[in-house]
Each structure stands twice: as C-alpha cells, then as structure tokens.
C-alpha cells in the first residue's frame, strides 16, 4: 500500500507519498481502507516539529493523521467478525497513521458511519464536530445571545456557526478575507472580513465570543464583549492565544472560559456519537474542502497554513 510519511521534521514538502508494508491488525483491532483521512492545524504543527499541548512528538519516520473514515476489511483476535465490510469512522487519539490507505487501529474507536452521511463528512465530525460540541456545550448558547465566532469559516468554526444559530443566537461570524466572510454569511450568520481594519465597526452588544483564533483578532473579540459577558477559548491558530488579564475581566464582568481540557477529553466518545448523529439527523452540515487526494498531503498542509482554505480539510482516495 502508500501511505504519507514524514522522515525530518519540517516544511510541508517532507511529506512524502511512499509505498509502505500492509499493516495487520493484532488482538482487539481492525484493518481499515481508508475512504478519507482528516488534516487539522495540529497536524501541521507536529509536522514542523512544533507540538503542541499533550501532544507529542512521533519517532520518525512516521505516518500522520488521526482521523479516518473507511471500510473494515479484515479483524484481530477477540474482534467480532460482523465488522468486516461495514463503513467506519474513527478518530485515532494521539496515535498517527491516518494519511495512509490502509490502517488499524482499536476496535473500540470504531463508529458505524451511519447512511447517507460520506466518508469525509463523518472524518469531519469525528473530529471537529466532536470538539464543536463540546464548546457548544461550555459556552451553554441562548436565543438572548449576539454570538460573535473567530474563525468562523473554518471547519470548526462553520459548525459552531450553525449550533449557534439553532440555538436561536443571533450569530456574527468573523473570518480573514471577502470570501470568507461570503460564505459565513451563505450559513446565515453575519459575514465580518477581520483582515478589514475596520471589520469591528458598528458591532455592539456581544454577549458571547467563541474564540479559537487568538492574537490581535481574538483580542479585538474580546474588546467587543458587553458587559456581564463571557468568552469561550479553545486555541489560537494565529500562533499566538489571545491576550487577557484578570483586570480585563474586573472591569466588565466578563467570565473567560476553557473550551477543551479534561472536562471535555473524558467525554469524547459520548461526543462523537452526538456529533455523528447530529449530521446524520442534518442538524448539522460540515463545510468541506476536498480538493486534496491523498497523495497531496502536503499541499494540503501548505494551503492550511497559508489560510488558503475553507472548511475542514479532508484528503480523499483516487
């Protein structure tokens, strides 16, 4: 089989499409061909040798990738035969292997894909709606809510749009670039183009801000916030987490709240079995950007880097 492997850490050109052994699966595990494989900003981040968080960083050469969506073709010992030929989706945790056509893994991360949802769809939800639902669930949305989402055209930030909305908010959602802010505003929401240096004017009354880009944009979020209310934090793709202090929250009565963390790591099976139903139900749409076939991973990490994407980034197979 090929797979995507990295042998130095680095720019995305390390990335390399090489013929690799077929992996076999041990007691209490399956062998997955892989339909799709999803591409997160972690990913890149470990790529260049730069981890962040928990996350450590792999013994080379490795194959990354956490999550993939696929067909069960062969089981381990103490696995039930019935798993064979059924379509899948499994995040991986923090072991890798997923930009691979072939893989294994745990029979216990496996989700049934339930019909009619795709295998990039579930790659999306498995992963990214399970980290929007659990923001969802911090921030606590209301229909008395101005919701203003950093981010907002990204794949994590597309969803919290919708659950936003469907909460009954009403929702503004900030993302760098025109057409950025056009498809924002095709999800319903109000489109702000924050690379405008005045994309913050006239905005008044936000209640809520969930903030998953940090830097100066998560700062002017912040700024926005009325009185009494709060901000939800779950990363900072700008490279830099948004800047506030204790006198920050004193002087409007703010509350600042972690988006991920233990609270959320201890639910995640309970997370991704929501976020799957929710997109099967069509509660909620993942907006998908699948240009890349798998071999292309690394273009796929340059385009994400570079925030030449829109949505989340699936690498599909030939």
């Given at each position: 089989m090929h797979a995507i492997r990295l042998h130095a850490f680095g720019p995305a050109d390390n990335?390399?499409?090489?013929?690799?052994?077929?992996?076999?699966?041990?007691?209490?595990?399956?062998?997955?061909?892989?339909?799709?494989?999803?591409?997160?900003?972690?990913?890149?981040?470990?790529?260049?040798?730069?981890?962040?968080?928990?996350?450590?960083?792999?013994?080379?050469?490795?194959?990354?990738?956490?999550?993939?969506?696929?067909?069960?073709?062969?089981?381990?010992?103490?696995?039930d035969e019935a798993w064979v030929g059924r379509r899948v989706v499994a995040h991986l945790g923090q072991a890798s292997r997923g930009y691979a056509e072939r893989v294994v893994t745990d029979a216990a991360r496996l989700h049934v894909l339930p019909g009619g949802v795709s295998p990039a769809a579930g790659v999306a939800m498995i992963g990214t709606g399970r980290t929007a639902l659990g923001v969802l669930d911090v921030a606590d949305v209301t229909e008395e809510d101005v919701v203003l989402v950093t981010g907002a055209a990204g794949g994590l930030g597309a969803l919290l749009v919708q659950g936003a909305l469907r909460a009954g908010a009403t929702v503004l959602g900030a993302a760098g670039g025109a057409e950025k802010a056009a498809r924002v505003r095709a999800l319903g929401a109000t489109g702000l183009d924050y690379l405008r240096p005045d994309w913050d004017a006239g905005v008044e009354g936000v209640t809520l801000v969930l903030d998953g880009?940090?830097?100066?944009?998560?700062?002017?979020?912040?700024?926005?916030?009325?009185?009494?209310?709060?901000?939800?934090?779950?990363?900072?793709?700008?490279?830099?987490?948004?800047?506030?202090?204790?006198?920050?929250?004193?002087a409007r009565s703010l509350t600042a709240s972690a988006g991920l963390g233990p609270h959320i790591t201890r639910r995640l099976r309970e997370l991704e079995e929501r976020a799957l139903a929710a997109v099967a139900a069509g509660a909620l749409e993942p907006v998908l950007d699948e240009r890349f076939t798998l071999d292309r991973a690394a273009e796929a990490h340059a385009a994400l880097e570079t925030r030449g994407t829109v949505g989340k980034v699936v690498l599909v197979r030939d």
């Open positions: 990335l390399r499409w090489e013929e690799v052994d077929d992996p076999a699966p041990g007691a209490g595990e399956v062998l997955v061909d892989v339909a799709a494989s999803g591409v997160h900003l972690l990913d890149t981040s470990i790529r260049r040798g730069t981890a962040m968080g928990p996350f450590p960083l792999p013994d080379l050469p490795a194959i990354p990738g956490r999550e993939v969506a696929g067909v069960v073709v062969a089981v381990g010992d103490d696995v880009v940090g830097g100066d944009a998560g700062r002017a979020a912040l700024e926005l916030l009325a009185p009494g209310g709060r901000i939800v934090l779950f990363g900072w793709s700008s490279g830099a987490p948004t800047r506030l202090t204790t006198e920050d929250l004193l």
